[in-house]
């Protein structure tokens, strides 16, 4: 075990450092205006990696020898004795439209950003231990509402606008427990912070002075989150292998400093400021993933997922509902690789398709609202022995529809990874 703790320490957490001193500029950035972020914790990102994305998220069940597999931490053991390092950048670029008094109004908007930096590698045979560092969820939007004040020549402007996100470092480790039976756990260390903003301002024509009233509320959270999972891997026949996997989130009461400033301007005249400061916990709900796949010697596999979420019994730090239905996800792809022992460049290739159904936590009106997606991906492998790789995800779709005062949002997101292979702790041998 020391030679494994010299190996963290020369390798990883140099690479960590450099992230580290980034992390609350680049992992706070998310991908851009989004209303629906307001609810809840925000918007949440992938939790696969590109490879995943490009085969439309599909990864409870599935595993690579070449890739890391951050949504099942019970198949970090299917790895074998290679040490990967993965890195993942993300960017999205979205129009949104909704009809206002009738009238179509539309905003683009274009945002990056780190997807994750990870680390796995073999603690002995049957043991494999992962680190790793991403963005969990983010929140981004800004929107305006200007109305008359009825009887009077007044008008009043209200804002409203959030910012922030929540990150997670992560232990996993996965064992097998048997030939085909794998078992796995997560540690996450959640931390961020968001901060919502609302303010309400009366323009007064008459005598010049305008009057506002404005509410700062900043919710820290930092506390410690799990994930179970398992898999089972019976062999169909010699070329065909069937995979199931799972994994389980419990519910988790997160601990959340809270900061409410409510202040009260007049032009000319001293603010009056009002500070609030608790500390409490906030609910996040229990959520399931189960998946099944079918694998063909390496080149040929598909899959599909399905994930249910209980958002519904999501509670902010004040213990109110969050406004959130329970969510919903169907996932379904493809991935296949011409002949995976040739030795002709192109036959190593791997290319995936994927079709992604997101039923979110979010309504409108009383009606839910639904992502739909499809992704291509593609993965091209480097380096000495071909064993690295750059793989790269494109993911069209849209959410929500243009009725009633729903918001529609059509974007494209793209996606680049690395993964980078090496072999710790070999003998040297000298001739």
């Given at each position: 075990?020391?030679?494994?703790?010299?190996?963290?320490?020369?390798?990883?957490?140099?690479?960590?450092?450099?992230?580290?001193?980034?992390?609350?500029?680049?992992?706070?950035?998310?991908?851009?205006?989004?209303?629906?972020?307001?609810?809840?914790i925000g918007e949440l990102y992938s939790s696969g990696n590109v490879t995943?994305?490009?085969?439309?998220?599909?990864?409870?069940?599935?595993?690579?020898?070449?890739?890391?597999?951050?949504?099942?931490?019970?198949?970090?053991?299917?790895?074998?004795?290679?040490?990967?390092?993965?890195?993942?950048?993300?960017?999205?670029?979205?129009?949104?439209?909704?009809?206002?008094?009738?009238?179509?109004?539309?905003?683009?908007?274009?945002?990056?950003?780190?997807?994750?930096?990870?680390?796995?590698?073999?603690?002995?045979?049957?043991?494999?231990?992962?680190?790793?560092?991403?963005?969990?969820?983010?929140?981004?939007?800004?929107?305006?509402?200007?109305?008359?004040?009825?009887?009077?020549?007044?008008?009043?402007?209200?804002?409203?606008?959030?910012?922030?996100?929540?990150?997670?470092?992560?232990?996993?480790?996965?064992?097998?427990?048997?030939?085909?039976?794998?078992?796995?756990?997560?540690?996450?260390?959640?931390?961020?912070?968001?901060?919502?903003?609302?303010?309400?301002?009366?323009?007064?024509?008459?005598?010049?002075?305008?009057?506002?009233?404005?509410?700062?509320?900043?919710?820290?959270?930092?506390?410690?989150?799990?994930?179970?999972?398992?898999?089972?891997?019976?062999?169909?026949?010699?070329?065909?292998?069937?995979?199931?996997?799972?994994?389980?989130?419990?519910?988790?009461?997160?601990?959340?400093?809270?900061?409410?400033?409510?202040?009260?301007?007049?032009?000319?005249?001293?603010?009056?400021?009002?500070?609030?400061?608790?500390?409490?916990?906030?609910?996040?709900?229990?959520?399931?993933?189960?998946?099944?796949?079918?694998?063909?010697?390496?080149?040929?596999?598909?899959?599909?997922?399905?994930?249910?979420?209980?958002?519904?019994?999501?509670?902010?730090?004040?213990?109110?509902?969050?406004?959130?239905?329970?969510?919903?996800?169907?996932?379904?792809g493809v991935e296949y690789t011409p002949k995976a022992n040739s030795n002709?460049?192109?036959?190593?290739?791997?290319?995936?398709?994927?079709?992604?159904?997101?039923?979110?936590?979010?309504?409108?009106?009383?009606?839910?609202?639904?992502?739909?997606?499809?992704?291509?991906?593609?993965?091209?492998?480097?380096?000495?022995?071909?064993?690295?790789?750059?793989?790269?995800?494109?993911?069209?779709?849209?959410?929500?529809?243009?009725?009633?005062?729903?918001?529609?949002?059509?974007?494209?997101?793209?996606?680049?990874?690395?993964?980078?292979?090496?072999?710790?702790?070999?003998?040297?041998?000298?001739?």
């Amino acid at each position: 075990m020391l030679i494994i703790y010299k190996r963290i320490r020369q390798t990883l957490l140099p690479s960590l450092l450099a992230v580290a001193v980034t992390s609350p500029v680049i992992l706070a950035q998310g991908l851009g205006n989004s209303p629906y972020s307001a609810l809840g914790i925000g918007e949440l990102y992938s939790s696969g990696n590109v490879t995943n994305m490009g085969m439309g998220g599909v990864g409870i069940s599935n595993a690579s020898s070449f890739y890391l597999n951050l949504q099942n931490p019970a198949l970090l053991a299917r790895r074998t004795r290679f040490t990967v390092f993965e890195v993942g950048l993300i960017g999205e670029t979205k129009s949104l439209s909704q009809y206002v008094s009738n009238s179509l109004q539309s905003q683009r908007a274009t945002a990056g950003n780190l997807g994750y930096l990870a680390l796995a590698f073999p603690a002995n045979s049957r043991w494999n231990i992962a680190v790793g560092l991403k963005p969990y969820t983010y929140v981004n939007y800004s929107t305006q509402q200007r109305t008359a004040i009825p009887g009077e020549t007044y008008t009043a402007e209200y804002n409203y606008t959030g910012s922030g996100g929540l990150n997670k470092a992560t232990f996993s480790n996965g064992v097998r427990i048997t030939k085909n039976i794998y078992a796995g756990v997560e540690a996450s260390f959640l931390f961020g912070n968001i901060t919502y903003s609302s303010d309400s301002k009366v323009n007064t024509d008459v005598t010049q002075t305008d009057v506002s009233v404005t509410h700062l509320n900043r919710v820290n959270y930092s506390d410690v989150v799990w994930k179970l999972g398992a898999a089972w891997r019976p062999k169909l026949s010699d070329n065909w292998t069937l995979n199931l996997g799972a994994t389980y989130d419990p519910q988790t009461r997160v601990k959340a400093t809270q900061t409410d400033i409510y202040q009260k301007n007049y032009i000319g005249a001293i603010a009056d400021t009002l500070r609030l400061n608790s500390d409490s916990r906030a609910t996040f709900p229990h959520q399931m993933n189960f998946g099944i796949s079918l694998e063909k010697n390496n080149t040929l596999l598909v899959g599909v997922d399905v994930g249910f979420q209980q958002w519904s019994q999501f509670r902010t730090p004040d213990n109110r509902s969050g406004n959130l239905m329970d969510g919903m996800n169907i996932a379904a792809g493809v991935e296949y690789t011409p002949k995976a022992n040739s030795n002709r460049y192109r036959d190593l290739i791997t290319y995936r398709l994927g079709f992604q159904y997101n039923r979110l936590p979010y309504s409108v009106n009383g009606q839910q609202i639904n992502d739909i997606n499809g992704s291509l991906g593609l993965s091209l492998p480097l380096g000495s022995y071909l064993v690295n790789h750059v793989s790269l995800a494109i993911v069209g779709g849209q959410r929500g529809v243009l009725t009633g005062t729903q918001i529609r949002e059509q974007y494209v997101r793209l996606a680049l990874g690395f993964s980078l292979n090496d072999w710790w702790f070999r003998k040297q041998v000298i001739d």
